[in-house]
Nanobody, 126 residues
């Protein structure tokens, strides 16, 4: 499976964006998927994750109630809908995947994943 993240761009404070993580290859439905982000000079941090089967999902406290992760296995795509964006959300966003046997909770650490997309830049400005 290979991953392609897209949907980034420049948006004003309070705006919204939807990121997509499109996968190629078989059996994508058997993968847990996470979104991470990395701002300049900072470490990569967890944003959201979705398990095989779509549940459970998990979110970083900083994005809870503003971001929504969802998956469409027929389209082999995971989405991250980001609302009420702030300058603190400015970062390169990466999607990552890990094949899982069961619908266990998806990991929240970068080391929980072994497949990564190339990243898409989100810039939130006033």
């Amino acid at each position: 499976v290979q991953l392609q993240a897209s949907g980034g761009g420049m948006v004003q404070i309070g705006g919204s964006l939807r990121l997509s993580c499109a996968a190629s290859g078989p059996s994508f439905s058997r993968y847990a998927v996470g979104w991470f982000r990395q701002a300049p000079g900072k470490e990569r941090e967890f944003v959201a994750a979705i398990s095989r089967g779509g549940r459970p999902t998990s979110y970083a406290d900083s994005v809870k109630d503003r971001f929504l992760i969802a998956r469409d296995d027929a389209k082999k795509t995971v989405y991250l809908k980001m609302n009420i964006l702030t300058p603190e959300d400015t970062a390169i966003y990466y999607c990552a995947a890990k094949h899982t046997i069961l619908s266990v909770a998806a990991g929240t650490r970068p080391t929980d994943y072994d497949l990564w997309g190339q990243g898409t830049l989100v810039t939130v400005s006033s």
